[in-house]
């Protein structure tokens, strides 16, 4: 298999600079997490690109070097935290409102968590309808909201002396959208921030200020901001990765494992019911029908994409699929994602699978947060631009070139992030054909 030998890789000299819009219990447990792994109070479990390995090469070659120590990621010690959010608590206050991490734990990293303010926020509450919050930026033209984001941006960068800056969207989902003209070229994008476009989000407009800024973008939710033709015109132009959207997380990490299986047994599927509780501010944002909407076709895609029914018809085309969420403010982040499955086998018998998975929802988006920022950034030393869909293992509704279904096979995603990664070094891919061996 032919290899690239000609990516040059920048070095990881300097700070990387995180920054996040949103400061709730997704982004406090990312960044308690880093600082508890730089202290040694933690491991970073669920983080590939701080546990996992990579085979190289052949089987009986015996190489599998940790994927840290194959490619070039900055370091955890080099890391530096700036966030925007309409509430005014420091991220250690945050954190302990978020009751993700347990108090003991919180005491120990009071320190450089109380250290990071939040910059006030672009909000807009057409947008996000159940929250509200003091720490918003004065009212200003869209695009002027952009030119403060820009100026955060250059003053964090100032402050911190980050040679390098990611940008992750770990903020509460937008209502639903779909693309309107404003979003057909970077110039009607730019002339609709001058006239207060309506369409624009301010999501969209953190995407913008970030892009020309010469920052990359990351969407952990699954609106609409950088799958936009704009913006994708934006992140080209200035040879920037830009990847999304909506972390998988817990009850679609569950679907993405088994609906692969069942297709590759070729057993059948009547009808998948998916339910969720959870209880933190993601819960209480998705109580409204426009934000729920926004997660409700991220999280039906992955199923039909996965399981093909135009391709097997006799065992899909007819699946009945619902999801639900619920909140329930007592859960807290501790989600429940329930699912029944109504399966078919040899001579269309029956069957079911039930799934409870009492999961922490914060607690597996976090090293998913790590995985990115550390990804976007190498991605960018080496020059690659635009959607990075070597990415999609991270995401429920990942971004792809226009016309390009998107893969949702977990194992197949796995395969082409390590692939990349093979591919960045220069190494030989691996395709798990083996005929080598018995020749």
């Not at 990516?7 to 920054?19: D, F, N, R, S, W």
């Not at 996040?20 to 990312?30: K, L």
């Not at 993601?282 to 895609?301: N, T």
């Not at 135009?310 to 429940?336: M, Q, T, W």
Request: overall charge neutral; glycine content about 8%.
């Amino acid at each position: 298999m032919s290899t690239n030998e000609n990516v040059q890789i920048a070095p990881t000299e300097g700070k990387l600079g995180i920054l996040i819009p949103g400061m709730g219990a997704v982004t406090t447990t990312f960044i308690a997490g880093v600082e508890a792994v730089k202290r040694g109070l933690a491991k970073p479990i669920g983080s590939v690109t701080q546990l996992a390995t990579i085979r190289l090469g052949k089987r009986t070659e015996g190489r599998t070097p940790r994927i840290k120590d194959f490619v070039p990621l900055a370091r955890l010690e080099d890391l530096v935290f700036g966030t925007w959010d309409i509430y005014e608590d420091n991220c250690y206050q945050a954190a302990d409102k978020a009751g993700v991490l347990e108090t003991p734990l919180l005491a120990k990293l009071k320190e450089p968590l109380a250290a990071i303010q939040p910059m006030r926020a672009v909000f807009d509450q057409e947008y996000v309808r159940r929250i509200h919050g003091p720490n918003v930026k004065p009212p200003a033209s869209k695009m002027e909201h952009a030119e403060m984001l820009m100026d955060d941006i250059r003053r964090f960068r100032e402050r911190t002396g980050a040679a390098r800056l990611v940008m992750i969207w770990c903020g509460s989902t937008e209502v639903f959208h779909t693309p309107a003209p404003v979003h057909a070229t970077l110039k009607d994008f730019e002339c609709g921030l001058q006239k207060n476009d309506p369409e624009i989000s301010p999501s969209q407009i953190y995407a913008y200020a970030a892009l020309k800024s010469g920052v990359p973008y990351a969407n952990g939710a699954p609106h609409l901001t950088v799958d936009t033709p704009a913006l994708l015109e934006l992140a080209r132009e200035r040879h920037l990765p830009v990847c999304g959207k909506d972390f998988k997380t817990g009850q679609t990490f569950m679907k993405t494992l088994i609906a692969p299986g069942l297709k590759s047994r070729m057993l059948g599927v009547h009808g998948w019911f998916s339910t969720n509780i959870l209880g933190n501010r993601d819960g209480e944002v998705l109580d409204d029908p426009g934000s729920f909407k926004s997660k409700e076709e991220s999280k039906l895609s992955a199923l039909e994409q996965i399981l093909q029914p135009d391709l097997y018809p006799e065992l899909y085309e007819h699946i009945y699929h619902k999801v639900r969420i619920n909140y329930y403010p007592p859960r807290g982040d501790a989600k429940e994602g329930w699912d029944n499955i109504d399966i078919f086998g040899w001579l269309g018998y029956p069957m079911q699978i039930k799934i409870d998975f009492l999961c922490r929802d914060s607690i597996l988006a976090a090293p998913l947060v790590l995985d990115l920022v550390l990804f976007l950034d190498l991605a960018q030393r080496a020059g690659m631009r635009g959607v990075q869909e070597w990415l999609s293992f991270y995401f429920k509704a990942p971004m792809t070139a226009p016309g390009l279904y998107p893969e949702h096979d977990i194992f197949i995603q796995l395969m082409k992030l390590k692939n990349t990664l093979r591919w960045m070094r220069g190494e030989t891919l691996i395709t798990h054909l083996g005929l080598e061996y018995y020749d």
